[in-house]
């Protein structure tokens, strides 16, 4: 059975402050790694992907991977009121037709 | 450029009926899949289709079938509704094995009563 677990928080940070969002999965085989963000009642938005080892930077998020630990993060510097969701880890199956595995998120609150 | 847009919004069911879901994917993407997401919970896969053929299915029974049609588009059919149905069904849509993850419809909120 594929696995990913996140912290299902919730996660509650001052504004300005940095929130850290972790996940890790089962699936050696995984390739892809994405993290979406869920507003209430809304449907999952790609916000960051990443491939490989190491840190991948765009505007306020970095998705950090690190393979043989089967771990992948998510940091938002400066956070904001607005970016209080919650944050869904997925994991592409290796394999040309993959499907993603997800985790079943972490909440975050960003407190002004 | 049109996302992918799933109909309808809400559907309010009986148990034991049937329903039938509809999404229409990204222009250019080829590949469907349909997740079931309770409340709480992150999406769980049930099925893809690809070349109008189911390529993988989830651990959904049977009572959950689809169907892709020629222009890409497909149905999600759900029979003898159970209350543990009642759910946001979520379509994502992508091109062939693409590896950017997919894109998300806005989902249609199923309550079985």
């Known amino acids: 059975q594929k696995e990913v677990e996140q912290n299902s928080g919730p996660l509650s940070v001052p504004e300005g402050a940095i929130a850290s969002l972790n996940c890790t999965y089962s699936?050696?085989?995984?390739?892809?790694f994405f993290w979406y963000r869920q507003y209430s009642g809304k449907s999952p938005e790609l916000i960051m992907f990443i491939y490989s080892n190491g840190d991948k930077e765009d505007g306020r998020f970095t998705a950090q991977l690190n393979k043989a630990s089967q771990y992948v993060s998510l940091l938002i510097r400066d956070s904001q009121p607005s970016d209080s969701a919650t944050y869904l880890c997925?994991?592409?199956?290796?394999?040309?037709?993959?499907?993603?595995?997800f985790g079943k998120g972490t909440k975050l609150s960003v407190k002004p | 450029d049109a996302g992918v847009t799933q109909s309808p919004t809400h559907l309010i069911k009986t148990r034991g009926q049937q329903v039938t879901l509809r999404c229409s994917p990204k222009s250019g993407h080829d590949t469907v899949s349909w997740y079931q997401q309770a409340l709480g919970q992150g999406p769980q896969f049930i099925f893809q289709y690809y070349e109008e053929e189911e390529r993988q299915r989830g651990n959904f029974p049977d009572r959950f079938s689809g169907h892709q049609f020629p222009n890409y588009s497909s149905e999600l059919n759900v029979n003898a509704l159970l209350l543990g149905d009642s759910a946001l069904y979520l379509c994502a849509s992508r091109r062939g094995s693409a590896n950017y993850g997919y894109t998300f419809g806005s989902g249609t909120r199923l309550t079985v009563v």
């Open positions: 997925a994991v592409k199956e290796g394999g040309s037709q993959g499907n993603l595995i």
């Open positions: 699936d050696r085989g995984s390739q892809s």
